[in-house]
């Protein structure tokens, strides 16, 4: 069985989806690796930490493997270079992108979406969203804070006191409760909020204040998945106006709210954008899928009166050698899953939920129900 590594071809992307460490295990599942060269650069790990793992480096790692292993979709042109019926590992992105899983299937490849892994506790230590989203939640905090031109813990001092900054996140799955984290131990002052109520004893575990709208339509707001419902007109109304007063008093806002499948709800608009002191500072978590906040710009630091709204992109890229361990790891999780240790052979289990629920091409078709085309 041979197992490759490939280097991103998006330039912007650091990571990479197989680590020294992952090699090893690989191997020891009894895989031949090979990795593309240059593949784990960005991340700090260069091709002889692969080699003295026990990997080849060849650029045409993925041209006979079974397995690909990638951060990102792979495009057509990579396409071309990988044998039918290899299984493909990677952040696929697959909502509103019809026509790249149309290639994928055409490829005849069986292409595996990470983030559609169930939220079950088997498959934790597979959750690729958890373990990218945890490390941009910290890092939002900490490009918050090299934005600010003010510290962020309240300091006493013979010239005078510097007061605590005041720390505002919204949404708060596993991004948002790392951002509470980061910036309580910062010394910020923090509050959050969220549409599902089962957050509210979370916040408070981390020595932050919820902040939220807690009506009859609040106690129904979250899925069997733990996931966010869209919202009524009517709520968001509600929301707004709440967190409109809130936000006028703090002086970091970081937005991380998602609904899956759907774009970004709009929590912070250009008023209370300006109704923020000069100097305050908003992350935008979301700004990939559209973004939480009004005149956010996808990659830039954009400054309205005063205010810095902060749009990177790839959050927890800007982390690349952590995340693309963590990754890595999610990644060699789900590979036990497929082969059998036994006989050290490919073995999918089909009827497996992990299997059911990330699997999005197979045998030239789009086969997952969320994306399959709809027949009349
Ligand atoms: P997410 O990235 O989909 O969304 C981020 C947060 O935004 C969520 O908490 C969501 O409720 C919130 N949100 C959506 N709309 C909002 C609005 N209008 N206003 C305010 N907040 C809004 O969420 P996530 O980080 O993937 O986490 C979702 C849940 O799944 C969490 O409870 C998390 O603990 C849970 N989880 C479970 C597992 C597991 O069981 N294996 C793994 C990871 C996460």
Known sequence: MKIAICAEADAAEPRVAGTPETVKKMKALGADVAVEPGAGLKSGILDADYEAAGATISRDAAR????????????????????????????????????????????????????????????????????????????????????????????????????????????????????IATARRLGAIVTATDVRPAVKEQVASLGAKFIAVEDEEFKQAETAGGYAKEMSKEYQAKQAALVADHVKKQDIVITTALIPGRPAPRLITAEMVASMKPGSVIVDLAVERGGNVEGVKPGEVVEVNGVKIVGHLNVAGRLAASSSAL?????????????????????????????KATC?????????????????
Do not use: C
Not at 146 to 164: C, D, I, K, L
Not at 341 to 353: H, I, S, Y
């Open 360 to 376: 999005l091409t197979r045998d030239g078709a789009v086969v997952h129900p969320n994306f399959a085309p709809k027949t009349a």
């Open 327 to 355: 990754y890595a790891k999610n990644l060699y999780a789900f590979l036990e899953v497929l082969i059998d240790k036994k006989t050290k052979e490919l073995a999918l289990n089909w009827e497996d939920e992990i299997l």
């Open 64 to 179: 006979d493997a079974d397995i690909v292993l990638k951060v990102r979709r792979p495009n057509e042109m990579e396409l071309t270079g990988y044998k039918k019926g290899a299984l493909v590992v990677a952040i696929m992105d697959p909502y509103g992108h019809e026509a790249a899983l149309a290639a994928l299937a055409r490829a005849g490849v069986t292409a595996f979406a990470m983030e559609l892994m169930p939220r079950i506790t088997r498959a934790q230590v597979m959750d690729v969203l958890s373990s990218q989203a945890n490390l941009a939640g910290y890092r939002a905090v900490i490009d918050a804070s090299a934005e600010y031109g003010r510290a962020f813990p309240m300091m006493m001092t013979p010239a005078g006191t510097v007061p605590a900054a005041k720390a505002f996140i919204m949404g708060v799955g596993v991004a948002g409760l790392q951002a």
